[in-house]
């Protein structure tokens, strides 16, 4: 029987963890790849056109969902693993119009997970043993932390609490069962909050990283006390290599960055480093910006991982510190003012028009609150 090949399948690779990933695993030598991605309003394919002319990267555009294109690309690419980042991935747009969640959430990994099945049945018993499906997933599926709870471990019960965590945990359920049922070598991530280049500016950094440039409000939603667990994204990218080397099929692992911080303690943060990097002309505070806006309702208070496992099995650990990681970030977005203006398509500009000034109305709260 015929050998798979070396290529890996990466899914949602145009979005803001995918596209690192890739250009972190295409510098580092890591083999050819294809990636598939529908290119929607959180895709976008100038993150990788340093990758255009590499003869060992392929695009596809094309929807998770579409499990006859699926099953095309197993058979014509044959990978020896999927790496599944895409996903619906924004939180206030889950409430605002969830549907489209469960479609890509749920039914686009089931599709993936089927499609790998038939795959994989095709495969001799060695290239069985090698194949991986990694599915990339959020620390939101165990719901939210009070102040003095322990931080999430692989074995904290799952309690989503808004609609792409629910999705997001259904996902996860459907590699398990896969893994359980099938045999098919699954491996999942639980991940806490990404930040750092190409992320779309509707996610709370780049967006207050911008905002504070441009002069504009600073929305921090309910009392800014909300915790987050945040993690430089290159450092999520490490975690993911590490696991689809050496992670045991079957198993999950927790990916965290050791670095919780308040809302309100970012968003000030961020105000300081754009001051002392572009300074206004009247020396103004960019904190005098911060504006509380109505809470997300379901607001998840505080995320924190146990990242244990992966550094005891895998040797993981978080190489950047969140004080540097964040420099790097505002740094990034204030020299990247092209892929900024690239990124606010009209699409981006309706949903921040819908989620701010529109806001009131969007949750059903009375006007002027
Ligand atoms: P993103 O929204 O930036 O990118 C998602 C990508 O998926 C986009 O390129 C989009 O075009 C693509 N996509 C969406 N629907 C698709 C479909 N039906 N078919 C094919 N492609 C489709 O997301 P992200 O922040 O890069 O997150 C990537 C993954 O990591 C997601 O699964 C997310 O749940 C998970 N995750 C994200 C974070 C975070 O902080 N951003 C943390 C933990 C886990
Ligand atoms: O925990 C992992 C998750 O992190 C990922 O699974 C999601 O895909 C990713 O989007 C992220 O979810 P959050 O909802 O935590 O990220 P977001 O950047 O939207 O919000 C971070 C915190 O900031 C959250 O408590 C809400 C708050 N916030 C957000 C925005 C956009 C504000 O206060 N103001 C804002 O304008």
Request: net charge neutral.
């Amino acid at each position: 029987m015929k050998r798979i090949s070396n290529r890996i399948l990466v899914t949602g690779g145009a979005g803001f963890i995918g596209s690192n990933f890739l250009l972190g695993w295409m510098k580092a030598g890591g083999g050819p790849a294809v990636n598939l991605d529908l290119l929607t309003y959180a895709g976008n394919a100038a993150n990788l056109a340093s990758l255009e002319g590499d003869e060992r990267y392929t695009f596809v555009r094309g929807d998770v969902c579409d499990a006859e294109l699926v099953g095309e690309l197993l058979r014509r690419f044959e990978p020896r693993a999927i790496l599944h980042f895409a996903a619906e991935s924004h939180v206030d747009r889950s409430i605002a119009s969830p549907e489209r969640f469960i479609r890509t959430n749920v039914l686009g990994t089931f599709t993936l997970l089927e499609q790998a099945r038939v795959y994989w049945a095709t495969l001799d018993e060695a290239d069985r043993t090698r194949f991986r499906f990694l599915h990339v997933s959020t620390d939101e599926v165990y719901g939210t932390l009070g102040p003095e709870d322990a931080a999430f471990s692989e074995e904290t019960a799952y309690a989503p609490n808004s609609p792409y965590a629910a999705s997001k945990a259904g996902a996860d359920h459907l590699a398990r069962a896969y893994l359980h049922t099938f045999k098919l070598p699954v491996v999942t991530t639980n991940c806490s909050n990404n930040y750092g280049p190409y992320q779309l500016p509707e996610k709370l950094i780049p967006l207050t990283i911008l905002n504070a440039l441009e002069g504009k409000p600073l929305p921090v939603y309910g009392d800014g006390k909300n915790v987050r667990d945040w993690l430089f994204v290159e450092d999520h990218c490490a975690a993911i290599r590490a696991v689809l080397a050496n992670g045991r099929p079957g198993q999950t692992y927790n990916v965290g960055g050791h670095s919780e911080r308040t809302n309100i303690d970012v968003v000030t943060a961020i105000c300081d480093l754009v001051d002392e990097m572009r300074p206004r002309p009247n020396s103004a505070p960019r904190r005098g910006l911060i504006t509380y806006v109505s809470d997300r309702p379901g607001h998840d208070r505080r995320y924190a991982i146990n990242a244990k496992k992966i550094q005891r099995e895998l040797g993981w650990r978080p190489a950047e510190a969140f004080e540097s990681g964040l420099r790097k970030t505002v740094r990034w977005y204030l020299e990247h003012g092209k892929w900024v203006e690239g990124a606010r398509t009209g699409a981006y500009r309706d949903w921040i028009e819908k989620n701010y000034s529109e806001r009131a109305q969007m949750l059903g709260l009375a006007t002027g609150e």
